[in-house]
């Protein structure tokens, strides 16, 4: 199974005002593991940036005047994400720049739904997390990724906390295949973090009792019922059991009158 966390950062929040996409971050995941390959690449926009959306991001327009136009960068962008499931947070917000992009290019339009399946970490998260805060800094707090270094937003270190986060959300089937392939008890993240080994979501074989063992449970049950003079509190929350039926009684069983 192949995936790519994609993010962007953005000169503003509307596409449709003409907002374009001025950085690109990509990192691949194979079989829930981290590949090491990355595509990253900052864009000239041709265009100034909100003041907005530079306190967020902290990338200056000068800093792009350099930088490859989309169109530059767009074939080598859909050759690293073809094919591959787009893991994004908020994949509404990305999805339509990267669609506004792709709709500049001569010939004909393309979506990035038409190319890659898209799975939205945000509806995921609050699936999981009903009515509470579910920003990648609340899900990196709320499942102990370390995003110490994201004091500004960047679209590749975005990329790599949100693939902590996503396999940590999703942590049962990742855990179960870091136990398979005998890796130690302390995961590398993607980030360069250790993080503690995440909870098996593995059906555990139950040996059923044997006869001896049913007998000499029922002969304990009995004699603490006698000890305590009847008073047994799972009594009240399951049915009777054979057991209960040959303790003493202080009261003689009531005869029915038909």
């Not at 374009?20 to 079989?31: A, P, T, Y």
């Not at 593991?33 to 003041?51: A, V």
Request: net charge negative; hydrophobic share 45%; glycine share 8%.
């Amino acid at each position: 199974m192949r995936q790519v966390v994609l993010d962007t950062e953005t000169t503003g929040l509307e596409p449709e005002l003409n907002h374009r996409v001025i950085e690109i971050g990509c990192v691949e995941l194979v079989n829930r593991r981290p590949s090491g390959r990355t595509f990253h690449r900052y864009l000239n926009p041709e265009r100034e940036i909100d003041e907005g959306a530079l306190a967020v991001h902290g990338i200056a327009r000068t800093e792009l005047d350099g930088q490859p136009r989309f169109a530059e960068i767009a074939e080598e962008l859909l050759a690293f994400i073809g094919g591959a499931e787009l893991v994004i947070h908020n994949a509404a917000f990305d999805v339509a720049f990267l669609d506004a992009e792709l709709a500049r290019l001569p010939g004909e339009p393309r979506q990035l739904a038409a190319l890659c399946q898209v799975l939205d970490t945000l509806l995921l998260a609050r699936d999981l997390h009903p009515g509470q805060r579910n920003s990648l800094d609340a899900l990196c707090k709320r499942y102990g990724i370390d995003n110490s270094a994201r004091e500004l937003h960047g679209a590749l270190l975005d990329a790599r906390i949100l693939a902590d986060v996503y396999l940590a959300m999703t942590g049962g089937q990742g855990a179960l295949a870091l136990a398979e392939a005998g890796e130690p008890a302390a995961a590398q993240t993607s980030a360069g973090t250790q993080r503690a080994p995440l909870r098996l979501t593995v059906a555990l074989p139950v040996p059923a009792a044997s006869a001896e063992e049913i007998a000499a449970h029922e002969t304990m049950l009995a004699v603490i019922a006698k000890a305590s003079g009847g008073r047994l509190l799972w009594a009240a929350l399951e049915p009777p059991q054979t057991s209960v039926a040959t303790v003493e009684r202080d009261e003689a069983p009531q005869r029915s009158s038909a």
